[in-house]
């Protein structure tokens, strides 16, 4: 026979213990009729109660734990940029034809308000990625992205990225482009159409990327501004940055 859980152990508990003061009452007292105003006014608080308990408080609660988590992904965010994120997209802008025009939405400032990094994603949307990496570009990128698969593949067990779909997307398409490029021999040996399925990875990367490193770099401004100095100092859509601080 299945035991009964400890919360029902704990409800019936409770109720015993609550019929149990109720009769100690009436005993000392003698006044069933006080007992039944006051719990008919217990029972009546009840709904108020349930609604400050679930719709509030509890929301309340939620939003601090979501605030938590998002901290925690961040610093997840901030590893991927480390230690893949800005090489990858000096990779990506250094094969780009039209990389002028997205360097030049991104040569971001300390002095960047709130709405020019809205701006600045409005415009994103219209531009069109075009990296197309060389067949000795792309040996790079193998190399690059091969030896950090292990770190990618680490990121994405990390059960809080559920929280972030569109970094979770980023990383999905780099994973991918690193299996892609893994899985190929010679590359120099690749038909041309095979380059070209390549370079569509390449594309789907460097578009999602972006995006991602720009809301980082947002998250950075409002939040730790002397991270935030050191991004601006290293910026890969800046050909003239330099970490030295003048």
């Known amino acids: 026979m299945k035991k009964p859980n400890w919360q029902v152990i704990l409800g ?12 100690i009452h009436f005993l000392i007292f ?21 609604l400050l308990v679930t719709l509030i408080i509890h929301r309340l609660l939620t939003h601090r734990e979501k605030r938590v988590m998002m901290e925690k992904l961040n610093m997840v965010i901030g590893a991927f940029f480390s ?42 949307k219209q531009y069109s990625f075009q990296a197309a990496p060389s067949r000795d570009g792309l040996r790079e990128l193998k190399a690059f992205l091969t ?9 994405l067990e990390n059960p809080n990225l559920l929280e ?17 490029l893994a899985n190929r021999g010679d590359l120099a040996q690749l038909p041309d159409s095979d380059v070209q399925h390549l370079l569509g990875d390449v594309k789907r990367a460097y578009a999602r990327l972006v995006g991602e490193w720009l809301d980082y770099m947002h998250h950075l401004k409002r939040n ?4 935030f100095s050191l991004a601006i100092r290293t910026n890969p859509f800046n050909p003239g940055a330099s970490v030295l601080v003048t």
Do not use: N, Q
Request: aromatic share 14%; proline share 4%; hydrophobic share 45%.
């Open 83 to 124: 230690e893949v994120g800005t090489k990858l997209l000096r990779y990506f802008t250094s094969s780009d034809p039209e990389a002028g025009k997205v360097r030049r939405e991104l040569e971001i400032t300390s002095g960047w308000p709130d709405r020019k990094f809205l701006e600045a994603a409005s415009e994103l």
């Open 30 to 50: 003698r006044d069933f009729r006080h007992i039944m105003i006051y719990l008919v006014g217990d029972i009546a608080f009840v709904p108020v109660e349930v």
């Open 147 to 155: 030896g950090k698969m292990d770190f990618l593949l680490r990121l």
């Open 164 to 180: 972030h779909d569109s970094f979770t997307d980023m990383l999905w398409a780099a994973f991918h482009l690193a299996e892609e």
């Open 12 to 23: 019936l508990s409770l109720v015993i213990l609550s019929t149990i003061v109720y009769v």
């Open 224 to 227: 730790y501004p002397y991270l």
